[in-house]
């Protein structure tokens, strides 16, 4: 089930959110277009109290609100065990921008885990 949550540290003002998500392919470099769903999928051991999820990626400006964005970033609080996943998803011709994607989760300062992904038109 995917849900949306509003957010002022995400380019586009919004989440989506997922309890469960199959990734079709395992890949390092993807060809940009709209409706491309990218991202990880990981397990944390041990009960990890809040935690961030940082998308490191090029600038994206948003027409809109007129913000620039170099990274997304979304706070968690829980991951007992269970399967976590961060994805993103192009929605906007303003977000098919060409370069190095980088997922990381961080906690307390540290990058527990790092996954890039390259980009391209």
């Not at 199959?22 to 991202?39: H, N, Q, S, T």
Request: contains cysteine; aromatic residues 14%.
């Amino acid at each position: 089930m995917e849900s949306i949550s509003n957010s002022r540290l995400s380019p586009t003002g919004y989440y989506f959110g997922a309890d469960a998500l199959a990734f079709i392919e395992k890949v390092d470099k993807m060809k940009l277009k709209r409706g491309l769903v990218f991202g990880i999928a990981y397990r944390l051991a041990g009960n990890h109290d809040a935690f961030l999820c940082r998308i490191v990626h090029p600038v994206l400006v948003n027409p809109t609100t007129g913000k620039a964005y170099k990274e997304t970033i979304e706070e968690k609080y829980s991951a007992a065990n269970g399967l976590n996943f961060d994805y993103y998803r192009i929605e906007h011709a303003w977000e098919m921008v060409d370069g190095k994607w980088v997922f990381q989760i961080e906690q307390s300062g540290n990058i527990l885990l790092e996954k890039s992904f390259e980009l391209h038109g």
